[in-house]
């Protein structure tokens, strides 16, 4: 018999976190899911009474992150999956975006993760088990679209993060994957989902401005699907030996092949170079 699993699902109120909590209910699993706002809505999306506890969070603000996961140890006596999805994307090059449009989004993206993540270890250190899943993307791993650098290096921290927290875990039984989806059909490149710097430089209206131009046209044209992404999550929720780092969709595939082969490249023609830095051998 399958033994029923809880997830904590932030940014749940729409793309992969809602499709996410959606896929772990119908796999007959609990989910606690996490919104900044109209909970309620949420409910009545996920039609689940019994298997949905949803919870009002933002997760820069420690003390509502600390008291939602109370809140859903309290409902549901465990956790044993979490999905740091909660972020957003900010169109800007890195002169235009001002300090506060900067920090604003690392506080989201990076410390807001780092948040949930210490509010959740402790109880599956006690549990001796457990699954964080970072939500990351394809840019963080590569800068492919101007303007979007800033996002990226959110998600390469988040990759980051996972790396050097999946080394501190593993002795604890608790595995820690980075998931990088490619461009889905969410609604992340919509006007209501990114935030664009407020500053608008003439100097880059080939590259930014271009994509400025035709975000609008992306968006609803992606090749993802994100119900499939979902079914990967849940396959994934399912390994006993999941992956540290995993690309999804074709795009994000092509993408960290593209950039492994071009990373060896520029070793392979700098090592000579990079190699003459060592005291001489004895």
Not at 246 to 268: H, N, Y
């Amino acid at each position: 018999m399958k033994t029923q699993k809880v997830w904590f699902i932030t940014g749940a109120s729409k793309g992969f976190g809602l499709e996410i909590a959606k896929a772990a209910l119908a796999a007959g699993d609990k989910v606690v899911a996490t919104v900044r706002s109209n909970a309620e809505q949420l409910k009545s999306a996920l039609q689940n009474e019994n298997d949905v506890l949803v919870v009002n969070l933002d997760v820069t603000k420690e003390d509502q992150v600390k008291q939602g996961v109370q809140d859903a140890i309290s409902k549901f006596g465990r956790v044993d999956l979490l999905v740091n999805n909660a972020g957003y994307g900010l169109l800007a090059s890195t002169e235009e975006a001002s300090d506060e449009e900067v920090r604003k989004q690392y506080d989201t993206n990076v410390f807001g993760l780092l948040n949930v993540t210490r509010a959740i270890l402790p109880h599956m250190r006690n549990q001796k088990s457990g699954h964080i899943i970072n939500i990351s993307s394809l840019f963080g791993y590569t800068a492919s679209i101007p303007g979007f650098g800033l996002y990226g290096s959110t998600k390469f921290a988040v990759e980051g993060i996972t790396e050097g927290l999946a080394l501190e875990v593993k002795p604890l039984g608790i595995h820690v994957t980075a998931v990088a989806p490619g461009l889905f059909r969410t609604n992340f490149a919509s006007a209501e989902s990114y935030q664009a710097s407020k500053i608008v430089l003439d100097a880059y209206k080939e590259t930014v401005g271009h994509v400025r131009s035709i975000i609008g046209h992306v968006d609803g044209n992606q090749p993802g699907d994100p119900s499939k992404l979902a079914q990967v999550i849940i396959q994934l929720a399912a390994s006993e030996n999941p992956p540290i780092h995993l690309p999804i969709g074709s795009d994000s595939v092509a993408a960290f092949r593209t950039k492994t082969e071009q990373a060896g490249k520029e070793v392979d023609e700098w090592e000579t170079v990079s190699n003459s830095t060592d005291y001489p051998k004895n």
